[in-house]
């Protein structure tokens, strides 16, 4: 997702927090699947900043403000 972000010219670091807390299919720190991430994120509507949503190291209450949207996830696809 940076990676797409840097094409489109915004060099941006994502919460990697946002997923602990919010990705209820995965298990945070004890580990998970890239796809479910990236459907949970679908399903959020999109992803903040690391600014906006900063690292915390454990699983916590979901936080994840649309006002605070940094990123839109509408879908996601693997490339060999």
Known sequence: ???QLGIKGKLE?????????CDGVDEACNGGLMEQAYKALQDLGGEES??????E?????CRFSSDKKDLKVT??????
């Open 1 to 3: 997702m940076e990676g």
């Open 13 to 21: 670091e994502v919460s990697e927090q946002l997923l602990l807390d």
């Open 50 to 55: 690391e600014a906006s949503y900063p690292y």
């Open 57 to 61: 190291g454990a699983k916590g209450k």
């Open 75 to 80: 879908s996601f696809s693997f490339v060999d």
